[in-house]
């Protein structure tokens, strides 16, 4: 990079010397016109600047001497210095001291080089943002639990659906670190519609619970609408019931959705615009684009809202237009870097397993450590060399029937855990399948001001927000 000054500029028209330093994003310091100009260019661009002049020139000869000096190390410093004295309308309007401005200086340019960096988009570290939120949600806790009321929250879990199983137990976490009560209820899948109701209603009537969570999805048989709308709005910390929806829209007190709330706190704690802002939310799902979209375009907040959605046409002249970029349609690679508005912020809400993983039961397997497990007990040195019996195939695609079969077929011999590897451990082994947002990360960094990332970006601050609504839950119950 060169701090390239144009001294002599009369041989240029005014118009292409102001579109050039619009398009170099120049720093101009005489009022905007085009008089002594320090523009940062690559030197790849060089010629194409100058050629920029030349195009606008016509058919004018090239000067005899260059138009361009190129500063040497003294005056690029000088140059780097100078940036601490700018006319303050130059400068970002929150950069209300010395110590703020170099901060901001320091962020672009390299002190020992005085080169402009590359940019790169803030990264918002959402799992810091939301151990705060979780410990004011701890201290608020102990000072409930001074007036002899402990905050409880009860997650019902029906089946064993690994993801469910998981994001329960990090509740349970967070729910232990945060000093409050967690009540984990299972049910079997095969529990009736019936039975589920029955045991919400009960825990309505228990008024040591403050909070209750049925942990979606919720099997075939048992509908989710029915189950959500038996929940006492007064306990629903999802703020799924239409109740707690209704009052969102009314800009009414009460619970706020989980991950929408943390949105809006990611959002305020890097002191992103809101007010004013053009938000475009990408998804319309109940749980987070509809209900974001309410919050943003509340009086509190006061974006101007633009939802879309798989039936939007040309979705990138919609999000080329977002100030506050939100993707949550829950596809891999959504939004593209062309799509995003220079000095956006990009909030991913997807969380998409890596396409190019490998997928289904082979990633739960290992096959050639457990065929020759396999090969062992059944007494062969090689399945294929020995027809395998018919028994190797089927023990890589079904644990569970190959582990009862075994079992009958050599009347137990002690063997069976040897050769069974439960799916969700060997799961572990192998590794946990990388995640990927809606947002092509790489490509939006280039591009935006802030960006989240995926993990480690609005999911942390979804758990961290259901802490809150749980405490508030206590102190408006007890």
């Given amino acids: 990079m060169l701090f390239l ?34 523009i940062p260019v690559n030197t790849e661009s060089f010629e194409r600047v100058y050629n920029q002049i030349q195009e606008a020139e016509k058919s004018k000869p090239a000067p005899a001497h260059h138009p361009y000096h190129v500063l040497d190390e003294k005056e690029r410093k000088e140059a780097f210095e100078r940036l601490m004295n700018f006319p303050r309308k130059k400068l970002p309007p929150d ?33 810091a943002i939301a151990a705060k939120v979780c410990e004011e949600a701890r201290v608020r806790a102990e000072e409930v639990k001074r ?61 040591k619970v403050h909070g209750i969570l049925v942990q979606l999805p919720l099997p075939p048989h048992i509908r989710e609408e029915a189950v959500i709308e038996a929940i006492d709005p007064a306990k629903d910390v999802d703020c799924f019931h239409p109740v707690s929806l209704g009052r969102l829209l009314r800009g009414q007190a009460g619970f706020v959705p989980c991950t929408p709330a943390g949105i809006v706190a990611l959002l305020e704690s890097q002191k992103i615009p809101i007010a ?39 979705l ?32 991913d809400v997807g969380v998409n397993p890596a396409p190019e993983e490998p997928r289904g039961e082979e990633f739960y397997h290992e096959p050639h450590e457990q065929k020759k497990k396999t090969t062992e007990v059944h007494g062969e040195k090689n399945t294929e060399e020995h027809g395998g019996r018919g028994k190797t195939e089927e023990f890589y695609h079904e644990p569970h029937e190959q582990e009862k079969k075994t079992t009958e077929l050599h009347g137990g011999r002690g ?64």
């Avoid at 009321?149 to 993801?163: E, Y």
């Avoid at 509809?290 to 509190?300: D, N, V």
């Avoid at 990138?316 to 000095?343: F, N």
């Avoid at 969700?424 to 960094?445: N, S, Y």
Wanted: include cysteine; charge should be positive.
């Fill in 95 to 127: 950069l209300d001291d010395k110590k703020e401005l170099a901060e901001w200086r320091d962020e672009r340019f390299d002190s020992k080089t005085y080169n402009r960096k590359p940019h790169m988009a803030t990264i918002i570290d959402g799992r």
């Fill in 147 to 207: 007036r002899g009321v402990v905050p409880c929250l009860a997650v019902v879990l029906v089946g064993d659906d690994p993801a469910s199983v998981a994001y329960v137990r990090g509740k349970g976490k967070a729910l232990a670190e945060a000093g409050m009560e967690g009540r984990d209820i299972r049910l079997p899948a095969a529990a009736s519609e019936g039975e589920l109701l029955a045991l919400v209603a009960a825990l309505n009537a228990d008024e």
């Fill in 276 to 314: 004013g802002s053009h938000a475009v939310v990408v998804g319309r799902s109940n749980i987070v684009g509809k209900p974001l979209a309410m919050l943003l375009a509340g009086r509190s907040l006061n974006a101007t809202v633009t939802i879309c959605h798989t039936g939007t046409k040309d």
């Fill in 415 to 478: 063997k069976t855990e040897e050769i069974y590897h439960e799916p969700h451990e060997q799961k572990k082994k192998k590794g946990a399948r990388r995640l990927v947002g809606d947002v092509v990360f790489d490509e939006a960094a280039a591009k935006a001001a802030w960006i989240t990332p995926v993990p480690g970006g609005v999911g942390p601050m979804t758990i961290a927000m259901l802490m809150r609504n749980v405490v508030l839950a206590a102190e408006i119950g007890g």
């Fill in 316 to 347: 990138a002249a919609y999000t080329r237009q977002a100030d506050i970029l939100v993707a949550a349609a829950g596809k891999p690679g959504l939004i593209t870097g062309e799509m995003i508005k220079e000095g956006a912020a990009v909030i």
């Fill in 5 to 38: 000054s144009i001294r002599e500029f009369s041989k240029a028209p005014s118009a292409a010397l102001s579109k050039l330093a619009q398009d170099e994003k120049a720093v101009l310091t005489n009022n905007g016109k085009p008089a002594a100009i320090v």
